[in-house]
């Protein structure tokens, strides 16, 4: 009786003891709610528990904020659910036409893109090289791109023309829409002579017969680790692509058929779509509206799909140590135990991602400063938070 006693005693004070330690922390999280840096911004901020599933504060979390950089948390959490770790962005080159005995190639070489944006000049040498060995030594037609995984806009929609925002097309080299011109350039260095054509860019196969000559495939785990670590905006609108080029109907990808794609993983952690507005896949556009709830409600639904959560962490910047967190949280108890990404555009300052506790549990959290003026007044006040929850 005596044991059992103890432990409905235990039982009993365990709630007050959780209750305790959130207390504690909201405590600290309301100290710095009242800095000055909030008297003229917009702030909105929550914190759950994964390990207990409990959420420890909120504050304006319902409310909608342009998320930055942190809407490519979204992008790719739809990309490792819907086309996998293994997916890879595949760039292709093919011939039309036969290959005379004297080396020539009676046809075109037709390229493919994949929207790979880490191609370069290795690779494009790489392409020559497969022709080279194929015994062709000239080419009486042309080259062809085919550029048709989107449609022909550049730019994403409510981007700021002045920002000096990446092309956006899926024949890429050292991002830009250079691919030919590169290509007839490695040609000519391999010894293959071409006719005097000009290069065009088409957007269906040709009619005749194909062949396969080469192909570069890069998996999206390594796109999406420059994507996440150093925040590339390019990395993110070509997985958002095929984001679109999964879902589209249409003989090209469009903005909205990436959106519809992370709607479905909207609805999936159980918000409705119409709330909220998605643009891009980078958070450039200043048309992105996302509220903390969601962005937390979708870490939480990642930390429940171990292999999935396992590549998003890795992905993520770690505080102090590498990606757009290196230079933060280097002398807090933050300190290489908080695994997140920023967002910073013109008058927003956004962070998400995971925190290890001081009592060891995992917890998920979103902070968007809005209508700032001094973005590293914002990541300052943001780095204080993550101290807070690490304590």
């Given at each position: 009786?005596?044991?059992?006693?103890?432990?409905?005693?235990?039982?009993?004070?365990?709630?007050?003891?959780?209750?305790?330690?959130?207390?504690?922390?909201?405590?600290?999280?309301?100290?710095?709610?009242?800095?000055?840096?909030?008297?003229?911004?917009?702030?909105?901020?929550?914190?759950?528990?994964?390990?207990?599933?409990?959420?420890?504060?909120?504050?304006?979390?319902?409310?909608?904020?342009?998320?930055?950089?942190?809407?490519?948390?979204?992008?790719?959490?739809?990309?490792?659910?819907h086309l996998?770790?293994?997916?890879?962005?595949?760039?292709?080159?093919?011939?039309?036409?036969?290959?005379?005995?004297?080396?020539?190639?009676?046809?075109?070489?037709?390229?493919?893109?994949?929207?790979d944006p880490?191609?370069?000049?290795?690779?494009?040498?790489?392409?020559?090289?497969?022709?080279?060995?194929?015994?062709?030594?000239?080419?009486?037609?042309?080259?062809?791109?085919?550029?048709?995984?989107?449609?022909?806009?550049?730019?994403?929609?409510?981007?700021?023309?002045?920002?000096?925002?990446?092309?956006?097309?899926?024949?890429?080299?050292?991002?830009?829409?250079?691919?030919?011109?590169?290509?007839?350039?490695?040609?000519?260095?391999?010894?293959?002579?071409?006719?005097?054509?000009?290069?065009?860019?088409?957007?269906?196969?040709?009619?005749?017969?194909?062949?396969?000559?080469?192909v570069c495939?890069?998996?999206?785990?390594?796109?999406?680790?420059?994507?996440?670590?150093?925040?590339?905006?390019?990395?993110?609108?070509?997985?958002?692509?095929?984001?679109?080029?999964?879902?589209?109907?249409?003989?090209?990808?469009?903005?909205?058929?990436?959106?519809?794609?992370?709607?479905?993983?909207?609805?999936?952690?159980?918000?409705?779509?119409?709330?909220?507005?998605?643009?891009?896949?980078?958070?450039?556009?200043?048309?992105?509206?996302?509220?903390?709830?969601?962005?937390?409600?979708?870490?939480?639904?990642?930390?429940?799909?171990?292999?999935?959560?396992?590549?998003?962490?890795?992905?993520?910047?770690?505080?102090?140590?590498?990606?757009?967190?290196?230079?933060?949280?280097?002398?807090?108890?933050?300190?290489?135990?908080?695994?997140?990404?920023?967002?910073?555009?013109?008058?927003?300052?956004?962070?998400?991602?995971?925190?290890?506790?001081?009592?060891?549990?995992?917890?998920?959290?979103?902070?968007?400063?809005?209508?700032?003026?001094?973005?590293?007044?914002?990541?300052?006040?943001?780095?204080?938070?993550?101290?807070?929850?690490?304590?």
């Amino acid at each position: 009786m005596k044991y059992i006693h103890s432990l409905l005693l235990l039982i009993a004070l365990l709630p007050a003891t959780m209750s305790a330690q959130g207390s504690a922390l909201s405590a600290r999280l309301n100290a710095l709610l009242a800095d000055t840096l909030l008297a003229r911004s917009e702030v909105g901020l929550v914190v759950y528990d994964l390990d207990d599933d409990t959420l420890l504060f909120d504050y304006q979390a319902d409310k909608l904020y342009r998320p930055a950089s942190i809407q490519k948390v979204m992008t790719a959490v739809t990309a490792l659910e819907h086309l996998g770790p293994e997916y890879s962005f595949n760039t292709t080159l093919y011939h039309t036409g036969a290959i005379t005995p004297d080396s020539t190639l009676q046809g075109d070489l037709y390229m493919v893109g994949g929207f790979d944006p880490l191609v370069n000049h290795l690779d494009i040498e790489a392409f020559a090289q497969a022709v080279y060995h194929m015994g062709i030594r000239h080419i009486d037609g042309g080259l062809i791109g085919n550029a048709a995984l989107k449609d022909t806009l550049k730019w994403g929609s409510g981007w700021c023309w002045d920002d000096g925002m990446p092309i956006l097309t899926p024949l890429l080299s050292e991002r830009t829409d250079s691919f030919l011109v590169h290509l007839r350039r490695s040609l000519l260095i391999q010894g293959i002579t071409m006719a005097d054509t000009t290069d065009t860019l088409v957007a269906q196969a040709p009619d005749s017969v194909i062949y396969q000559i080469a192909v570069c495939r890069r998996p999206l785990t390594e796109i999406m680790d420059r994507m996440m670590k150093k925040s590339d905006n390019l990395h993110a609108e070509a997985v958002f692509y095929q984001l679109a080029a999964a879902k589209s109907q249409q003989p090209y990808a469009t903005a909205e058929d990436g959106a519809k794609m992370i709607h479905e993983l909207i609805k999936e952690v159980g918000h409705l779509p119409n709330h909220y507005n998605v643009a891009d896949g980078s958070g450039v556009s200043l048309y992105n509206y996302m509220s903390p709830r969601l962005m937390a409600d979708v870490l939480r639904h990642v930390y429940r799909q171990p292999e999935i959560y396992r590549h998003l962490k890795q992905s993520l910047p770690i505080a102090g140590i590498d990606g757009t967190l290196k230079n933060r949280m280097k002398k807090s108890s933050a300190y290489r135990r908080v695994y997140a990404k920023t967002g910073t555009l013109t008058g927003v300052a956004s962070l998400a991602g995971y925190a290890i506790a001081n009592n060891g549990h995992t917890l998920a959290f979103v902070i968007i400063n809005q209508n700032i003026l001094t973005s590293s007044l914002a990541r300052a006040w943001q780095d204080k938070v993550c101290e807070a929850l690490c304590k």
